[in-house]
């Protein structure tokens, strides 16, 4: 019943035996105690605030028992990594997601209670062993009783009995959770007594928890978790990941992230050491990937990924917050081939970026004014059902298509400005200034004059003023296209209307002098009709001069 976890049938035949004489051997009375407090029977019902039952939850997170949090590792390892960023690991952080977190809110938390069914069996043995303070020690922890804990822990020293190294553990452990000062100082006095006869032997968890207190030594927590790694090593037991992940946060508490390279040249000569033993060893690429970001070191980066890409996948805890930083990362090389071919290769396999990591590109991308890979990313962000959570990606896809002259691409980067625009509608995304301009810009360019006085007129619809760049490209796509000599002159007189002297400024003697040109063509055509050329000449040059001042008189006598 015991091995079953039936906690009441054990609990009811173990009474029986008690009412008919029937003596219960030590180790079973040790087993149904350990079973009885980590089941919490008898506990108190606490009433918490949000808060609290968050923070409850997270110190339970950061333990390092396994037991706390099964993790089937067959059906990881089987899973693709796609799949398992979706699926499985979604259950093995669960304690992390916030898809659940409203779920966990309604549960009421149990404090440990002196009169539990676990304290009452504790009570009642005349006869004990370290094992029987081990048993109880779990609950303990586990329901956050430290200081009931470390009386307990008193109590076996003056009994003559020594813990086991799984209770030196949860000691630790709840020292890490405290908010004592001295809580560095109290673990090396346990580690002190774990050296008393007889002497306990530390295992890696002991190791892995010294390393993360050692950030409560200050300024010295670099120095301190390297001599931890080195007793470590000298002992003779193996590190995990989680000890490497521990001693990058000691580092980093200094802001010193040098170990970083030192991590993964020793991974690569032990690479026996990528295996999953503790549920926080999912958390080690994680960490590793974004001290590298940290220091902006994208070999680091590239060399981590090869390591999880040679069937370690199952070690990554959430593919998107691995492999996010690490395209950010390459993004920052400036080098936008390295970055698509990297970008290429981790969605055709392993990744499915959100909108972020696609507006990331698109900056690297306007920064290198490469537009070339506007239609692939667009394309994929689509096939990818990415959602949009703002007007960031479509506004840095415009920063992009800003960079490009007129190309034989034009109606494609066309299509893809009017497909981010319908998104965004779609969506309930606002269009700032930028997006609005960029649509104008791309028609334009196109030659589709129409849909670009569209765009022109959202500028009024959203409460913006005009951009100058809007209105300069359509000002020389229509000085190119002799064809529309009429609109080259509406155009200006948009643009002379807001007085904007950078506009003016930027070519602005050719032209005046296509305008002046188009004259005749004008006083054919429905528009101005009732306006004479000369007058509209007239008009043009007063508008010239009425803008010349906004130059400090640079312009040349020439020009005028």
């Not at 009570?123 to 470390?150: C, Q, V, W």
């Not at 904007?500 to 005749?520: G, W, Y």
């Amino acid at each position: 019943l015991i091995a079953q976890r039936s906690t009441d049938q054990a609990l009811k035949v173990f009474d029986k035996f008690e009412k008919r004489g029937r003596k219960v051997s030590l180790e079973t009375r040790n087993n149904l105690l350990e079973l009885l407090s980590y089941a919490g029977v008898g506990n108190d019902v606490g009433v918490t605030n949000r808060s609290k039952f968050v923070e409850h939850q997270q110190s339970l997170n950061d333990s390092n028992d396994l037991e706390f949090i099964p993790i089937n590792l067959a059906a990881v390892k089987k899973l693709s990594p796609i799949q398992a960023s979706v699926d499985e690991n979604q259950i093995l952080v669960l304690s992390k997601s916030e898809n659940h977190e409203h779920l966990k809110l309604k549960l009421p938390r149990k404090v440990w209670s002196l009169s539990n069914d676990a304290e009452m069996l504790f009570e009642s043995m005349t006869e004990r062993s370290g094992r029987t303070y081990d048993a109880i020690m779990l609950g303990l922890f586990k329901y956050k009783s430290y200081d009931r804990m470390f009386k307990l822990y008193f109590t076996m020293h003056k009994e003559g009995f020594q813990p086991s190294v799984s209770t030196y553990n949860y000691l630790l452990m709840a020292l890490d959770h405290s908010d004592n000062s001295a809580a560095w100082e109290i673990a090396m006095e346990l580690v002190k007594k774990m050296g008393s006869h007889p002497v306990v032997l530390p295992d890696t968890t002991t190791f892995n928890m010294l390393l993360k207190l050692s950030k409560r030594t200050g300024g010295s927590s670099r120095e301190t978790a390297a001599a931890v790694f080195q007793e470590m090593l000298h002992v003779g037991l193996e590190p995990n990941l989680t000890t490497f992940m521990r001693l990058l946060q000691a580092y980093m508490y200094n802001n010193d992230p040098s170990v970083i390279i030192e991590i993964v040249d020793y991974l690569e000569q032990h690479p026996q050491l990528l295996r999953l033993e503790s549920y926080f060893d999912l958390f080690f690429f994680e960490a590793a990937i974004n001290v590298a970001n940290h220091c902006g070191k994208s070999d680091i980066g590239a060399r981590l990924v090869e390591m999880a890409s040679k069937d370690c996948w199952h070690l990554v805890g959430d593919i998107d917050k691995f492999l996010s930083p690490y395209l950010v990362v390459v993004s920052w090389e400036k080098d936008i081939q390295t970055l698509m071919l990297t970008y290429r290769w981790l969605v055709s396999k392993y990744y499915r970026p959100k909108d972020w990591i696609y507006a990331t590109i698109f900056q690297a991308c306007a920064e290198a004014k490469r537009a070339e890979c506007v239609v692939e990313l667009w394309d994929d962000f689509k096939k990818f059902d990415v959602q949009l959570g703002s007007n960031q990606v479509v506004g840095r896809m415009h920063d992009v298509l800003g960079t490009i002259t007129i190309t034989d691409d034009m109606q494609c980067h066309r299509r893809v400005a009017e497909e981010s625009w319908r998104m965004l509608l779609a969506k309930r995304i606002l269009p700032d200034r930028r997006i609005i301009g960029g649509m104008v810009q791309v028609c334009a360019r196109a030659k589709h004059y129409q849909k670009a006085w569209y765009y022109y007129a959202q500028f009024e619809s959203y409460g913006y003023q005009p951009s100058s760049s809007a209105l300069q490209c359509l000002l020389n796509c229509y000085a190119a296209d002799k064809s529309n000599g009429h609109e080259v002159l509406v155009c200006f007189i948009f643009t002379g209307s807001y007085s904007n002297s950078e506009i003016f400024n930027v070519c602005f003697a050719d032209h005046l002098l296509i305008c002046l040109c188009c004259c005749c063509c004008c006083a054919r055509t429905n528009m101005f009709s009732c306006v004479s050329p000369t007058c509209q000449g007239e008009f043009l040059i007063a508008l010239f001069a009425g803008n010349a001042e906004d130059d400090g008189g640079k312009r040349s006598q020439q020009t005028k």
